[in-house]
């Protein structure tokens, strides 16, 4: 795997992107992606980092829309950080934020690895 890719999927993760917009900017189909996953442990590390990334730049956003007040929308940032976090959980297998869905297993079955 080339470290100049894998370092392009952890730049756009630090952007914010999810997994899907990640997979659709560098043109990569979704069982490419799983493959990849399984099969390079440093293009795995860089999904994680790249998903880590992204929630701590929506965690930002939020913090600094509070200060916002009246500019602010908090449902919509409630459901595009709701929409990152089920993408992580497939992904990963873990709702980091919503432990309790991790082990649901009507969850565990839609945003398994293998979904």
Known sequence: MDPAYCAKVEALGAEGKSAPEIRRELGIPV?????????HP????????????AQAWWIGLG???VLLGTNFSAQTFVYLNTTNELESAKTTGQCRHWPAVSRSPAMGERFSLGW
């Open 63 to 65: 913090r600094k829309g």
């Open 42 to 53: 440093e293009f795995a590390e860089s999904v994680e980092e790249a998903d880590d990334a």
């Open 31 to 39: 069982s490419t992606w799983r493959a990849w996953v399984k099969k």
